[in-house]
């Protein structure tokens, strides 16, 4: 396990609160429900493929992104594990690179529509196209799949698909909205970049929306409707 590194140019304080933010993620329930939704998922997936048909077998291998150039919704106790994994597995100059590079894919994708997100490259991915945090990837990350690596490559084209193994993930996920929502009061499908940026700017990110503060508000999906920009977003009657 790496050391859990401060963000970018914060303060002793702020570094002593990271660390101990980390060390009370690894009791907290809610942080064990994640990593074991992931294991469950993990278990489920491994059983589907064993009973693929051999004749389609998957196209996905180290190094693909194709599925890495579209907009990605997670809840936010997933964006939650995701940081917690980044500060501890890199170290300092690939963490504050990483922070870099997620702040600009947040600015360029903040607001865009399903097909206008298409093309732009997921922060986390490496150079060689290897992710940043693997092990903690997102459950739909985790369910992407596909029999033909030459569609994926096609614009606009029709990605035969595990179809078993995509809903396991959307089920999976389902788990931790109702998580979210019996924790801080409200359920929301994020964008994973400008989600991720959020939690890695503020340090208390995790505690306010654990009080029930819209921190995810900018990262909410959203779209035009009658001329206003609308924002996903369900939230527990009181």
Not at 98 to 117: F, I, K, N, T, W
Not at 176 to 183: A, H, P, T, V, Y
């Amino acid at each position: 396990m790496g050391v859990v590194k401060p963000w970018p140019s914060q303060s002793s304080k702020c570094a002593t609160l990271v660390e101990m933010t980390h060390r009370r993620r690894r009791k907290d329930p809610a942080a064990i429900l994640v990593r074991r939704v992931f294991e469950d998922f993990e278990r489920t997936s491994a059983s589907l493929l064993r009973v693929l048909p051999a004749e389609h077998p998957l196209a996905c291998a180290k190094g693909c992104t194709h599925c890495c150039h579209q907009r990605v919704s997670v809840t936010p106790l997933e964006v939650f594990e995701l940081a917690d994994h980044l500060r501890r597995e890199l170290d300092t100059a690939e963490f504050s690179g990483l922070v870099e590079v997620v702040r600009a894919h947040a600015a360029r994708v903040r607001g865009l529509s399903p097909q206008q997100h298409r093309g732009h490259r997921c922060p986390l991915v490496q150079a060689e196209g290897s992710c940043a945090a693997y092990a903690s990837r997102p459950l739909l990350c985790r369910g992407a799949n596909s029999f033909d690596a030459a569609a994926c490559a096609r614009p606009g084209a029709a990605i035969p698909t595990y179809l078993q193994l995509t809903e396991a993930a959307q089920a999976a996920q389902e788990r931790l909205d109702g998580e979210s929502l019996r924790i801080a009061g409200r359920e929301q499908m994020l964008e994973l970049g400008c989600a991720l940026a959020i939690v890695l700017d503020d340090p208390q990110a995790e505690a306010r929306w654990r009080a029930g503060d819209p921190v995810f508000e900018a990262a909410a999906h959203s779209w035009f409707e009658a001329g206003e920009l609308r924002h996903w977003s369900r939230i527990r009657n009181p």
